[in-house]
C-alpha cells in the first residue's frame, strides 16, 4: 500500500504573506488551503487556481478582474474576499476562513431539510445573492457546495465571481455534472446569464433541501442539460411533505424557463419569502406562470397560449374540441341548410359573449389589481451594502420618492447605502415616502479602562461598552492569573480613547508566574511544568556545569523569545556537576581529567598567571569558553607563574621613620631596632636593609631596617 503523495504547497509562503499550513479541499477548478497571513496574524482560505488554468492568459486576467469586484462586496451573508495574486506560477484568491460545513454537506447528513432549515438558508443565501444583484455581480455557479453553514450560526455564500472567470474554459464529462444541476436554460441554449439566472439555480437547489434530490438527472451532461431547457420543474411537494403551497410556488416561479417569468433579481425573490420566516403570507407580486402539465395551476394571472388566441382572432372555438372535429355530413334538404345556418350562427353569438365577457372580467380585474389592489403596491427593496447611486436608482425605479439620512451600521462601511425606513420588504403603494440611510460606519465609542481587571469583569465591561469580546491570549507573567494586562484592537495595537461599536477587543491576560522550577530535580520540575501547561522538551534541554547546583537538578527554565504562553515547549538547564577541579595539577593531567567530563583543552585559551601558592607550571584553574559551560565545550587552563617577586627598595642614609614608610609603601613589612621610638625614630639614620635593597622578594616580606644616631 502506498501512501498519497504530499501536496507541494505545503509549507509554502505566497508573496511572502500566506504560509499555507493544510489541504481544507479540492475543486475542478482550485485547492483550496488553510494558510496563515503573516501580516495581519490571521487565519484566512487561500484558493489556489490549477496550473492549467493559471497557465490561460484569458482565464486569469478574468479572474482578476472578477475577484477584484467581489473584494467590492461587503455582506454579513457573502464571504470576504481579502486579497488575489500570482506567485510562483500560481493564481490564488485569500479569502475569510470559516470554521464550516457546507449545504452539500448537510444534505449527506440529513437526506433533506425540514421546511424551516431550508427557509432560513434560503433567506440568508437570496441576501447575498441581492447584494451581489446590486453591485452588478452575477454568481453563475451557485450550488450547495457553495453555501458554508459556520460553526457559529453563520451563513455565506462563497465562490463569486469564478464562475464567470472560468467559463472562458470548456468543461465536459464528469466535471460539469456538479454544476450543470443548476445550470439555467438560457446558460445551456444561448451561454448568457444574468440574475435571473442565479435565480434558477436557486430554485433548483430549493428544490433539492425539500426534496433531497435533483429535479433532472442522467447519466451524461447532455442528458441533464437537455431537460433544463425542454420540461419544467416538478412542485417539490409531489414527493416531499415539506413543501407547503408557498414553497411550491416559489420554486415554481424561480425556476421558469422563460428568464421573463421569474424575478428580476434575489431582491425580488427575497421580498417572497422573508414572511414565511415569521409565519407571514408572501408579499404578493404580479407574475405570470404557464400551466404546469395535467396540473391545477396556483391562483394568478394566465396569459393564453398561440393556439387559443389564434383561435379567438378566427372567431372559431378552441382547436381541439370533439364536437368541431368531427366530420359533419352535408344538409340533405333547403330547409336542413337553413337549420344548420342558423345553428351555426347562434353557436357563435354564444362564443363571442362568452368572449366579450372574459375580456370585461379581466379588464375590471386588472383594473382592481393596479387601481385599489396588491398591484398598485411595491416592496421596498434591500438596498443593505449597495451603492448610494444604485440604491437610489431601485427606488426610483419601484416609484418610490426618498429621502437621505445618516446613520451608523456596524456591517455597511462608511458611504454605502445602510437600510431603509420602513424595512425592506414592506409594501408600499407608489409614489410613498422612504427614508434611505447612508452608512456612517460603525459608531466611535469611547473605550473604558479594562487593563487590570478580572477577566469575567473585564469581558462584561467590553460587552456594555458596546463591543464585542475578540481572542483572549494568556501569557505567564508576574502579575496575578486571569487578569486582563492589555486590550488591543484587531491589528494588535492597544486601544485608543475611541473605538468602533461591535468591534472585536483581544485581551491579554495573566497565566499567572513562571513556576520556579530552580534546584529542583529534572524530574520534580517536569511534573510542575506540565501541571502549569508547559510542555518539556528534551530536545530544548540541555546540561550545564554549575558549582553551587547539584548534578540532576534544574539550573534554569528555558524558553522562546517573546510572550510564553500555556501550552508553549520550553526546555530544562540541567546541572552536570561543578567543573573538575584541576589546581596544582600539571597540564597534561588536568587535560586527561577534564576530557573524562567531555571538555577539551584548546591551547588558544591558555593564560598564565602567579600565584602564591601552587608552585609555576602547575594549574591554576579552568578557563570557561562559553557561559555556561556545557559537556562538549572547549576550555582553557590558567597556569602558575609561581608567586610574584618585588625589588626591596634602597632606603640608606634616609631618616630611620622615612624609610619605613618607604618599604611599606613598597608592600613590605618594616622592621627595625625597638630603642628607636618616639623622637629617636626622627634623630635616627638608616643604614640599610635585611634583604639588602635590590633583593626580588614577595610582597608582604619582613624588611629589617639598620639605623645609627650617629650617622
Known sequence: MTSAPADPMIGQTLDGRYAIRSRIARGGMAMVYLANDLRLERRVAVKVMHEHLAEDENFTRRFEQEARSAARLSHPNLVNVFDQGHDAGRTYLVMEYLPSITLRDLLKQQQHLTAE?????????LSGLAAAHRAGIVHRDLKPENVLLADDGRIKLGDFGLARAVSANTTTGQALLGTIAYLSPELVTRGIADARSDLYAF??????????????????????????????????SLTSSEATPELDELVRWTTQRDPELRPLDAGDALGYLSPLRHGLAPNASTRVLPE?????????????????RHALAADAPAAGSAADTAEQPPPATPLELAAVTAQTRSRRGRIMAAVLALLVVLAGGLGWWFGQGPGSQVSVPDVAGAEMAAAEALLDQRTLSFEVFECSSVEVPAGLAARTEPEAGTRLDRGSGVRLCRSTGPEMLPVPTIAGLPLPDAEAVVVDAGFSVGEIDRRFGEETSEIVLAALDAEGEPLGETYPEQAPVDLVVSAG?????????????????????????????RLAFHGEVERGHV????????????????????????????????????????????LSVDPELRQEAHHDEIPEGRVIAVLPGADPVRPGDTVGLQVSLGPELFEVPGVADLPLR??????????????TNPIFTGSLLDAAVATGTDPAAGTRVRAGTEIYITGSLFG
Do not use: C, K
Not at 432549515?117 to 443565501?125: F, L, N, S
Not at 622615612?658 to 622592621?671: N, P, V
Open 203 to 236: 430554485g433548483i437547489m430549493l428544490y433539492e433541501m425539500l426534496t433531497g434530490s435533483q429535479p433532472f438527472t442522467g447519466e451524461q451532461p447532455m442528458q441533464i442539460a437537455y431537460q433544463h431547457a425542454h420540461s419544467e420543474v416538478p412542485l417539490p
Open 658 to 671: 622615612e624609610a619605613i614608610a618607604a618599604i611599606e609603601s613598597a608592600g613590605f613589612t618594616a622592621r
Open 292 to 308: 404546469l402539465n395535467g396540473e391545477l395551476p396556483t391562483p394568478s394571472t394566465t396569459v393564453l397560449d398561440e393556439a387559443q
Open 513 to 541: 508566574p513562571l513556576p520556579d522550577v530552580v534546584g529542583l530535580s529534572e524530574l520534580a520540575a517536569t511534573s510542575e511544568l506540565d501541571a502549569s501547561g508547559l510542555t518539556v522538551e528534551a530536545a530544548r534541554s
Open 117 to 125: 432549515q431550508a427557509i432560513e438558508i434560503g433567506e440568508a443565501v
Open 555 to 598: 539550573i534554569a527554565l528555558l524558553t522562546q523569545e517573546g510572550p510564553v504562553r500555556p501550552g508553549d515547549a520550553v526546555g530544562l538547564d540541567v546541572s552536570a556537576g561543578a567543573l573538575p577541579d584541576v589546581g596544582g595539577l600539571d597540564e597534561s593531567e588536568a587535560a586527561e581529567l577534564l576530557a573524562d567530563a567531555e
